[in-house]
C-alpha cells in the first residue's frame, strides 16, 4: 500500500530551528511537496522536491533522498506565525498527490 | 473571483438530503480536485478532472459524484448524505494533471451530517 509518515506534533522555540521528517511509500514517485495549513484556512505551497538534495527558499528548505523514501522540511529563525500543520504530500505513478496526516508545529515564545 | 471559490462555507445537513458543494475557479486550469479533510487523517481524493469533460474516481469516491460540463466549475454532490461525511471538504486545482505544478486551494467548506 502507500504510505505517508510523519510526526503528529514538534513543539519549537521562537528563534530556533525545527526539523519536520516525512518517509514515504508509494507506488511511483514523481515529486514530493510541502505544504503548510494554518488552522481553519486551505493548505498553501511550500515546497517542491523531484531531484535529490537541498531546496533552499528564504527561511524554509526541504530535502529528498529518493533512495531512502525520505525527506524533511527545514525551518530557520522560527517566528510565531510559524505556528501550523505542516503537510507532506508525494505524487505518485498515477499524478495523484499521496498526503501524510500533518505535522502540527506548536511554537512557544 | 481570485483563485477558487468555494460555497457554501459551511453547512448542517440531515441525513439522506441531497447536497451540492460548488467551486469555481479562474485561472483556466485544466485539472480539478476534490479533498476531504479529517481529524488525524491526510487529504484524501474524492474525484479528480483533468480537463473539462472528464473525471475520476480518487481513493474515496462512495457516495459522491462530480462533473465537469466547463473549464471553470467542479461542483461535488453527494446524493444522499451520512453521518460518515462529515468533513471538511476542498476543492483545489492546478494547470495541468500530469506535472508538477502545486495544487491551489480553494477555502474549503465545512459540512456537519446529522
Known amino acids: 500500500g502507500q504510505n505517508i509518515d510523519q510526526p503528529t506534533e514538534m513543539t519549537a522555540t521562537e528563534g530556533a530551528i525545527v526539523q519536520i521528517n516525512c518517509t514515504y511509500q508509494t507506488s511511483g514517485f514523481n515529486g514530493l511537496f510541502w505544504y503548510q495549513q494554518h488552522a481553519g484556512e486551505a493548505p498553501t505551497f511550500l515546497s517542491y522536491?523531484?531531484l535529490d538534495g537541498l531546496e533552499e527558499k528564504g527561511r524554509f528548505s526541504s530535502f529528498l533522498s529518493r533512495s531512502k523514501g525520505y525527506s524533511y522540511l527545514l525551518l530557520k529563525e522560527l517566528q510565531m506565525k510559524d505556528s501550523a500543520s505542516y503537510l507532506c504530500a508525494v505524487m505518485d505513478s498515477n499524478y495523484q498527490l499521496i498526503w501524510g496526516a500533518g505535522t502540527k508545529l506548536i511554537i512557544k515564545p | 473571483i481570485a483563485g477558487i471559490t468555494q460555497a457554501p462555507t459551511s453547512q448542517i445537513l440531515a441525513a439522506g438530503r441531497r447536497m451540492t458543494l460548488r467551486c469555481t475557479q479562474d485561472?483556466?486550469?485544466?485539472?480539478m480536485y476534490w479533498y476531504r479533510q479529517d481529524l488525524g487523517l491526510g487529504l484524501r481524493l474524492i474525484h479528480y478532472s483533468n480537463t473539462a469533460g472528464t473525471t475520476g474516481k480518487g481513493e474515496v469516491p462512495d457516495g459522491y459524484s462530480v462533473s465537469r460540463a466547463n473549464t471553470d466549475d467542479f461542483p461535488l454532490t453527494l446524493a444522499s448524505a451520512v453521518p460518515s461525511q462529515t468533513s471538511v471538504y476542498f476543492c483545489?486545482?492546478?494547470?495541468?494533471?500530469?506535472?508538477?505544478?502545486?495544487?491551489?486551494f480553494g477555502p474549503g467548506t465545512r459540512l456537519t451530517v446529522l
Open positions: 485561472m483556466r486550469h485544466n485539472a
Open positions: 522536491n523531484v
Open positions: 483545489a486545482s492546478t494547470p495541468s494533471g500530469t506535472g508538477e505544478h502545486e495544487q491551489f
